[in-house]
């Protein structure tokens, strides 16, 4: 008896990952199906301008099988919450900003997001501050940021931690400034609304700013490469003309990423960007989500 309660068990783990691995492939063909519905929408990306990202940086691209193939880092059952760290002080106007950005976030990515307590720029030490010396702006390092301040913190059920500042940003040694960095496998990163605008003179353009590096840094933390296929918002950008360039939308091959690495259905996750879009005001935002959704539910 014993033998063969041993037997039904191990067949019903077999089952089980048989059953498992049919649903991926059908989770697959699906997203693969939605795809193509999409990809009438989006538009190739033309030779680089002068000064753009792509004129100065080699980048390899990923294709979504490049995705799958590559194991990225995603969410998982025991880490599945999106962490929002405030750093530094911010007025009323930018703190709107931070939580409308999360807000958004949470739709984008079709996951529970968390804004934590303030934390202080005194942990901020003056080796990894400068003043940049050609423009005479104060500027933080990144690299201190997501090494010594957010990954000590990084909560256990976190699958991105990601500090908001007011302040300017730059990486280090040959760089200027950046509007956001994040690290591909450490699940941390940090985002700038520095040069988004004036919160409450341009709100809407610094909103619309602002959930694109949100959403582009935090794309990274997912595993997901710089796009060079179409205009999308995963692509690089080198400087505010080129990123405001740039759609709030992926495109079909990095928001397929999105869809498995999440687990967000497709129609769903649009209609609610598209009822924020709405509420915020951003009209052209609104207006390819409601593309998208018409593409996707056409037989």
């Given at each position: 008896?014993?033998?063969?309660?041993?037997?039904?068990?191990?067949?019903?783990?077999?089952?089980?990952?048989?059953?498992?691995?049919?649903?991926?492939d059908?989770?697959l063909?699906?997203?693969?199906?939605?795809?193509?519905?999409?990809?009438?929408l989006?538009?190739?990306?033309?030779?680089?301008?002068l000064?753009?990202?792509?004129?100065?940086?080699?980048?390899?691209?990923?294709?979504f099988?490049?995705y799958?193939?590559?194991?990225?880092?995603?969410?998982t059952?025991?880490?599945?919450?999106?962490?929002?760290?405030?750093?530094?002080?911010?007025?009323?106007?930018?703190r709107?900003?931070i939580?409308?950005?999360?807000?958004?976030?949470?739709r984008?990515?079709?996951?529970?997001v968390?804004?934590?307590k303030?934390?202080?720029?005194?942990?901020?030490?003056?080796?990894?501050?400068?003043?940049?010396p050609?423009?005479?702006?104060?500027?933080?390092?990144?690299?201190h940021?997501l090494?010594?301040?957010?990954?000590?913190?990084l909560?256990?059920?976190?699958?991105?931690?990601?500090?908001?500042?007011a302040?300017?940003?730059?990486?280090?040694?040959?760089?200027?400034?950046?509007?956001?960095?994040?690290?591909?496998?450490?699940?941390?990163?940090?985002?700038?609304?520095?040069?988004?605008?004036?919160?409450e003179?341009?709100?809407?353009?610094?909103?619309?700013?602002?959930?694109?590096?949100?959403?582009?840094?935090?794309?990274?933390?997912?595993g997901?490469?710089?796009c060079?296929?179409?205009?999308?918002?995963?692509?690089?950008?080198?400087s505010?003309p080129?990123?405001?360039?740039?759609?709030?939308?992926?495109?079909p091959?990095?928001?397929?990423?999105?869809?498995?690495?999440?687990?967000?259905e497709?129609?769903?996750?649009?209609?609610?960007?598209a009822?924020?879009?709405?509420?915020?005001?951003?009209?052209?935002?609104r207006?390819?989500?409601?593309?998208?959704?018409r593409?996707?539910?056409?037989p």
């Open positions: 008896m014993k033998a063969e309660s041993g037997l039904a068990f191990a067949l019903a783990c077999v089952l089980l990952v048989v059953a498992g691995a049919l649903a991926a059908d989770r063909a699906s997203i693969r199906a939605a795809m193509e519905k999409l990809r009438p989006a538009t190739k990306l033309g030779k680089p301008r000064g753009d990202w792509l004129a100065h940086h080699k980048e390899p691209g990923q294709t099988e490049e799958l193939a590559s194991g990225p880092t995603g969410p059952k025991e880490r599945r919450t999106i962490y929002v760290q405030p750093l530094g002080e911010f007025t009323g106007p930018q709107r900003i939580t409308l950005a999360a807000d958004f976030m949470g984008y990515f079709g996951l529970p968390k804004v934590e303030d934390l202080s720029l005194s942990l901020i030490p003056a080796s990894a501050r400068r003043v940049h050609s423009w005479g702006v104060k500027q933080i390092l990144t690299t940021v090494d010594e301040v957010l990954k000590p913190r909560p256990k059920d976190a699958v991105a931690y990601i500090a908001f500042t302040s300017d940003l730059w990486p280090g040694e040959g760089w200027n400034f950046v509007f956001g960095q994040a690290s591909l496998s450490e699940r941390v990163g940090v985002w700038s609304i520095f040069r988004n605008g004036d919160p003179k341009e709100a809407k353009l610094c909103l619309l700013r602002t959930i694109k590096t949100a959403t582009h840094e935090t794309g990274h933390m997912f997901m490469y710089h060079i296929l179409y205009e999308c918002n995963m692509c690089g950008s080198n505010r080129e990123s405001d360039r740039r759609p709030l939308a992926c495109c091959e990095c928001v397929a990423k999105l869809w498995w690495s999440t687990g967000a497709p129609v769903p996750r649009y209609r609610s960007l009822e924020f879009c709405k509420e915020q005001g951003l009209a052209l935002e207006e390819f989500y409601e593309k998208a959704i593409a996707l539910e056409r």
